[in-house]
């Protein structure tokens, strides 16, 4: 019984391996971009700051000088993906369909930067919804079921040594025993 438990779990833990190798190679490099993405430019452009004062900027205006920005393709509210209000930094994240970001001065109404947002980009790859939005469900769910057996099998194979060191020296030891014991004839 205990070497087929031993079997079974070492070839489980080896299927659960090759099963999860794309999936987690996808989820591990991702994250790894998304834990660096607020020192990284490159992956989400830094917050600038905007002049001191009330927001006086309008919806209207708002949407106004992002559509003169060319890169934003926007041409009505449709275009838009999310705002990002940030009243204490005086500033406004307007992130387009494309993955433009354009940031817009809420005192004054001006295009404060623009750039390109790869962070919505890298937690849909991460999460699994670039490829499809049943992925999410069918695909990595269960490769982080299977990681997590991965773990507990893994676990029990790393413990079988110390368990095999310890019945052989319970069994060293009860020679000894027998051993002292035994009476000469």
Not at 18 to 45: A, H, N, Y
Not at 173 to 181: G, N, R
Request: glycine content about 6%.
């Amino acid at each position: 019984m205990n070497r087929s438990l031993n079997r079974s779990t070492r070839k489980l833990h080896r299927l659960g391996a090759i099963l999860t190798l794309l999936p987690l190679l996808v989820v591990i490099s991702t994250g790894i971009l998304l834990q660096v993405k607020k020192e990284s430019t490159w992956i989400q452009p830094a917050t600038a700051v905007g002049t001191e004062g009330d927001p006086l900027a309008d919806w209207e205006t708002i949407l106004q000088t992002v559509k003169q920005n060319p890169k934003s393709e926007v041409a009505s509210w449709q275009d838009i993906n999310r705002l990002d209000v940030r009243p204490n930094k005086g500033i406004v994240k307007v992130q387009c369909s494309n993955r433009w970001e354009i940031q817009v001065d809420l005192s004054t109404g001006a295009e404060v930067a623009s750039n390109y947002r790869r962070s919505d980009l890298i937690e849909s790859l991460h999460d699994g919804s670039f490829f499809h939005e049943q992925a999410k469900l069918w695909v990595f769910l269960p490769n982080g079921l299977i990681l997590l057996g991965l773990w507990f099998t893994g676990a029990y194979l790393w413990w079988l040594p110390f368990r095999a060191k310890r019945i052989q020296k319970k069994r060293k030891q009860q020679k000894i025993l027998e051993s002292k014991t035994e009476t000469p004839f």
